[in-house]
């Protein structure tokens, strides 16, 4: 089963804006709300990661105990609140990951800036869309084996794409076309409207 | 390069995996304040997290959200799950007791002095407690241990920043999934990231073969 009705509720959910300033005034329901609205999204991506339901458990924990701590740094006027959990929640997943192959602080420093709050200001607050998430499964699956391959390794792996030329073995300009063209189909299918 | 080309790059700037010699470049662009590509990276982060919704959905824990509200305070305590939870770490101390009696003299001094050890350090995790310390070597207290299946065991590891995980031991737990474990070894705790546990065969492993079910960041 894919995610589209959780993505269909969250949408009718209330505003992410409304939700953020709650959280910064340490509200608790506003973080029942904030797990009811986003909690099944993290759990499932950082269960795709990990793939142990244990440590999604414990990551999860994490994710939204880093939200409330960071929370305050988080613009609700002019932040999208849903990129910003699935970041933290991926981030977490990725670095759990990292930290188990000895790849731990390779990357740690763009991890931790890729999630900052500041980076997700002036995004439309209600990004995320049912609609655009099937359009956007879609589009997924219309890409080669090699294209889909490199984009879970980037996005579920946390792999660079001179570690995926590695791990797959062929050239890195190879890997960088394929990158290239997964993502163009991809961004191009949600349109410029998405922002 | 332009800023078209650049453009390709930017969901793995947001996603944090851009090689760093790739990275220079696009930060050139967007701190000189580029719009073009400062609305490029807009774009990537919406396609990130689109992109993060992909994977198909799975059953998900009921206990887990009475977990995260607790986590901040959000949820009343439930004396139970604490009474049962004391019963948990008493038991484990029995069994560390237990498991120390076969030669209590110089194991017990040697748990005491390493936990009473002005250096060292407890960290809390889900499951359990790990003491480290850089002369005497990690003690785990852990509970809840998913059974490891006939003719596995577990394995703890020492993860070193940066580098491979290296076996720290086997050990077992008792039926309720309860361990006491002591690695007797000097840690260079600078130098280390992280210590695991892993399901591992009998025999051990000289690397972890299956996703470990702790890893303890130091």
């Known amino acids: ?53 244990g440590v999604a458990e414990d990551l999860v924990q994490e994710t939204f105990l880093r939200v409330w701590n960071r929370v305050q740094a988080f613009d609700h006027e002019k932040g999208a609140l849903g990129p910003w959990v699935m970041t933290v929640a991926r981030n977490r997943a990725i670095d759990y990951l990292r930290s188990v192959d000895g790849r731990m602080s390779q990357n740690a420093f763009e991890l931790e800036t890729s999630e900052s709050p500041a980076l997700f200001a002036n995004l439309e607050t209600e990004v995320l869309n049912s609609d655009r998430a099937r359009r956007l499964k879609a589009a997924f ?3 080669t084996v090699n294209q889909r391959l490199c984009i879970e390794l980037a996005y579920y792996e946390g792999l660079s794409q001179s570690e995926m030329s590695e791990r797959m073995k062929q050239p890195l300009g190879t890997i960088k076309t394929w990158v290239r063209t997964a993502l163009k189909a991809l961004r191009d299918e949600l349109g410029e409207g998405a922002v | 390069m332009t800023c078209e080309e650049l453009r390709g790059d930017y969901e793995l700037l947001a996603l944090g995996i851009l090689d760093r010699s790739e990275r220079a470049e696009l930060d050139e662009h967007l701190s000189r304040g580029c719009s073009e590509c400062t609305s ?9 997290a689109y992109v993060m919704t992909l994977p198909p959905d799975v059953p998900m824990p009921r206990s887990l959200r009475k977990r995260v509200l607790a986590s901040i305070g959000a949820e009343r305590r439930n004396w ?10 008493m038991a ?3 069994l560390a007791l237990g498991w120390f ?13 390493f936990l009473n050890a002005s250096d060292t350090r407890q960290i809390v995790f889900p499951q359990g407690r790990v003491f ?51 690695y007797k070894a000097p840690v260079d705790l600078a130098q280390t990231g992280a210590v695991a546990v892993s399901v591992e065969p009998a025999s051990g492993s000289q690397a972890p073969t299956t996703t470990p079910i702790v890893v303890v960041h130091l």
Do not use: C
């Open chain 2, 101 to 113: 009696s076969f030669d209590q003299r110089s194991n017990t001094q040697a748990v005491v002095s």
């Open chain 2, 40 to 48: 490029a990276l807009r774009r990537a982060l919406v396609t990130n």
């Open chain 1, 141 to 143: 699956e219309k890409l």
């Open chain 2, 80 to 89: 139970r799950w604490i009474f049962y939870a004391w019963g948990a770490v």
């Open chain 1, 1 to 53: 089963m894919f995610l589209f009705p959780f993505l269909f509720a969250a949408l009718h959910a209330e505003s992410d804006r409304e939700l953020a300033e709650r959280l910064k005034k340490r509200d608790h329901q506003a973080m029942a709300d904030l797990y009811d609205k986003y909690g099944r999204l993290t759990y499932v991506l950082i269960h795709r990661i990990v793939r142990n339901v």
């Open chain 2, 92 to 94: 484990g101390v029995l």
């Open chain 2, 132 to 182: 480290v310390n850089a002369t005497r070597g990690v003690l785990l207290l852990a509970s809840n241990l998913p059974r490891p299946g006939a003719g596995k065991t577990y394995e703890l590891w020492v993860i070193s920043k940066g580098g491979a995980p290296k076996p720290a031991g086997l050990f077992d737990a008792d039926a309720q999934g309860n361990a006491v474990y002591m």
